[in-house]
C-alpha cells in the first residue's frame, strides 16, 4: 500500500513538471511545487521525488538551473499513462461548427477548412493528408512553428519548414498503420531527422462519399497534449460526419 501511495505521488509531481513546462517553457523546481500546490509533501520529499525521476530518466535538468524539465521518455510515459483527455469548450465547439455552417461543397473544400480549424484551435501546424492523393498535402500554421522558444535556431526552423515542403516523409509517418484512435509520436520516435525535436498527433478520417485521410497535428515535444488530443477527436469525428 506504501509503495502504491509513493508511486502514485511521483505520477503527480510529473504531472506536474510536464503541464507547468508546457505552459512555461521554464524549469520547475521543488519550491514551485510546494508553494504552488497543496501536496500534503514536504519540499525534501519533492526534492527527493524530483530526484528519483531524474534517475528514470523521465525529466532531466538544464545545467543552469535547479529545475527539472521532462524528458521524450517522461512526455512518453505521461502521454500513456497520466494524461486524462479534455473535453473541447462549448465556445471552441461553436467556434468550429460556425466554420461548416455555411457547408462545404467538395472534399477539398473541407480538408482546408479543418486544417485551418485546427491550427487556430492548437496554435500548432495542421497537416490532413487524402488517401490516394500521395503528393497532396494539406499544411496550414506553418507560422506558429517560429513562435516555439525551443524552436528560436534557425537551422532547426529550416530543417522543420524543409520537411513540410519536401512533404512525402511526412506524408509516409502520418500515413503509417495506427496503433490508437490517435497516435503520438515524439521526438526520435518520428523518425525523421529534421523534426526530431517535435511532436506529432496523428487521427484518421471516414468518407462514405469518397476518400478518407489523416490529419495530424504537429508541434514542439512541449506539446499540450490533452487539448491536441481533444483537438483531433473532435475534428476528426465532425469532418467524418461532414464527408458521410
Avoid: W
Avoid at 40 to 46: E, G, H, Q, V
Avoid at 105 to 114: C, G, Y
Wanted: glycine share 6%; aromatic share 6%.
Amino acid at each position: 500500500m506504501r509503495d502504491l501511495i509513493y508511486r502514485q505521488r511521483k505520477d503527480l509531481v510529473l504531472t506536474i513538471v510536464v503541464r507547468e513546462y508546457t505552459k512555461t517553457n521554464n524549469p520547475v523546481s521543488s519550491g514551485h511545487i510546494a508553494s504552488g500546490y497543496r501536496l500534503d509533501l514536504s519540499p525534501a520529499t519533492i526534492r527527493h521525488i524530483l530526484a528519483e525521476l531524474e534517475d528514470q530518466g523521465l525529466l532531466t535538468h538544464p545545467h543552469t538551473s535547479a529545475g527539472r524539465v521532462p524528458t521524450q521518455d517522461g512526455y512518453r510515459y505521461y502521454v500513456d499513462n497520466l494524461m486524462k483527455e479534455i473535453q473541447i469548450l462549448e465556445d471552441e465547439k461553436l467556434r468550429i461548427n460556425r466554420e461548416y455552417e455555411q457547408g462545404v461543397r467538395d472534399l477539398e473544400e473541407a480538408v482546408e477548412k479543418t486544417s485551418q480549424v485546427i491550427s487556430d484551435l492548437t496554435h500548432y501546424t495542421s497537416i490532413i493528408s487524402v488517401d490516394g492523393r500521395s503528393d497532396k498535402m494539406f499544411c496550414r500554421g506553418t507560422s506558429y512553428i517560429v513562435s516555439y522558444p525551443e524552436s528560436q535556431d534557425l537551422n532547426t526552423i529550416r530543417n522543420i519548414l524543409a520537411a513540410l515542403e519536401q512533404k512525402q516523409q511526412l506524408l509516409d509517418l502520418i500515413n503509417r498503420d495506427l496503433e490508437h484512435k490517435i497516435t503520438i509520436y515524439i521526438g526520435h520516435e518520428i523518425a525523421c531527422s529534421h523534426i526530431e525535436g517535435c511532436s506529432l498527433a496523428v487521427s484518421s478520417y471516414s468518407s462514405s462519399k469518397g476518400p478518407g485521410g489523416r490529419i495530424a497535428v504537429l508541434g514542439p515535444t512541449r506539446m499540450d497534449y490533452p487539448k491536441v488530443v481533444s483537438a483531433l477527436d473532435y475534428c476528426s469525428k465532425l469532418m467524418s460526419e461532414i464527408l458521410s
